[in-house]
T-cell receptor
Framework: SQQGEEDPQALSIQEGENATMNCSYKTSINNLQWYRQNSGRGLVHLIL?????REKHSGRLRVTLDTSKKSSSLLITASRAADTASYFC????????????FGKGTRLSVIA | DAGITQSPRHKVTETGTPVTLRCHQT?????MYWYRQDPGHGLRLIHY???????DKGEVSDGYSVSRSKTEDFLLTLESATSSQTSVYFC???????????FGPGTRLTVT
């Protein structure tokens, strides 16, 4: 069953605007990851945030994690048409050797 | 891109025929995974491997079997394909379950 659930399912914005996607999960985690998938391609890892971290940055990406609310957000600043893709969160289990569980993703469309 | 390839990239087969998909990696990662991706369901884990000859079931393992006789190869077999197995199949690798996964380009399988 899906652990992480992204919200919204789809998001359409203008180029230059910021895009925020959210992920909620059910059980305790060691870390949470975000991935991007361009149409017809495999997923690409973007960023990993550990359960003891609250915020992490990578270029135009900002990820926050609130373990008390079991939620994470991915912010893409100054979006570009090339950011058009689906974005997935993935969570591991607290116990070791548990494979990641992926959410259903948020489809982001950035209009030029 | 991580050295991970999938073959074939596209396949059309008839109901009831056996099908084998191959995943090959050159990264020497311990873990290998098979996922299927369907609209509305996101990415779902079929089987994974944590070493040569060591495999375990995922969320949607019924109708699928896997084998890993070498570190670099992970095979997914549909013993008797059904139309419900029409999907895009992704292979992924990782050094550990909690680390980032690297995905292959995918195999689009159509069962008629």
């Amino acid at each position: 069953s899906q652990q992480g659930e992204e919200d919204p399912q789809a998001l359409s914005i203008q180029e230059g605007e910021n895009a925020t996607m959210n992920c909620s999960y059910k059980t305790s985690i060691n870390n949470l990851q975000w991935y991007r998938q361009n149409s017809g391609r495999g997923l690409v890892h973007l960023i990993l945030i550990r359960s003891n971290e609250r915020e992490k940055h990578s270029g135009r990406l900002r990820v926050t994690l609130d373990t008390s609310k079991k939620s994470s957000s991915l912010l893409i600043t100054a979006s570009r048409a090339a950011d058009t893709a689906s974005y997935f969160c993935a969570t591991d289990g607290r116990s070791g050797n548990t494979p990641l569980v992926f959410g259903k993703g948020t489809r982001l469309s950035v209009i030029a | 891109d991580a050295g991970i390839t999938q073959s074939p990239r596209h396949k059309v087969t008839e109901t009831g025929t056996p099908v084998t998909l191959r995943c090959h990696q050159t990264e020497n990662h311990r873990y290998m995974y098979w996922y299927r991706q369907d609209p509305g369901h996101g990415l779902r884990l079929i089987h994974y491997s944590y070493g040569v000859k060591d495999t375990d079931k995922g969320e949607v393992s019924d109708g699928y079997s896997v084998s890993r006789s070498k570190t670099e190869d992970f095979l997914l077999t549909l013993e008797s394909a059904t139309s419900s197995q029409t999907s895009v199949y992704f292979c992924a690798i990782s050094e550990a379950t909690e680390f980032e996964q690297y995905f292959g380009p995918g195999t689009r399988l159509t069962v008629t």
